[in-house]
Nanobody, 127 residues
Framework: QVHLVESGGGSVPAGGTLKLSCSVS????????MAWFRQAPGKEREGLGGITTDGTLILGDSLQKGRGAIGGNDARTSLYLQVNRLTPEETGVYFC????????????????????WGQGTQVTVSS
């Protein structure tokens, strides 16, 4: 069973940088696809970025244009997320997720593709 634990949340000033880590255990191969999601209060869970089976990094709209980055190791035991120039609207719970199957750039940021989730870490962006 895959177990994911996020860390690094807390309070961040607007305009600051967020760095989160996800520790993963129970992964049996390097074929896992993994991703970061954010759920703001009253909103749908949004895919921020993912890593496909072959290591391709996919950034969602929120991380485009230098706003952020994702990465992880080949063994799929760790994953990180960085978001730059945070705004108060990016307050929410941040989750990492894993799928043992190969996902593609067109579906890797769909939450319904994932059955293994971390408990989430709260991030509050203060203005």
């Amino acid at each position: 069973q895959v177990h994911l634990v996020e860390s690094g949340g807390g309070s961040v000033p607007a305009g600051g940088t967020l760095k989160l880590s996800c520790s993963v255990s129970g992964v049996t191969s390097s074929t896992y696809s993994m991703a970061w999601f954010r759920q703001a209060p009253g909103k749908e869970r949004e895919g921020l970025g993912g890593i496909t089976t072959d290591g391709t990094l996919i950034l969602g709209d929120s991380l485009q244009k230098g706003r952020g980055a994702i990465g992880g190791n080949d063994a799929r035991t760790s994953l990180y997320l960085q978001v730059n120039r945070l705004t108060p609207e990016e307050t929410g719970v941040y989750f990492c997720a894993a799928n043992p199957s190969r996902l593609w750039p067109w579906n890797i940021l769909q939450q319904e593709q994932y059955s293994s989730w971390g408990q989430g870490t709260q991030v509050t962006v203060s203005s």
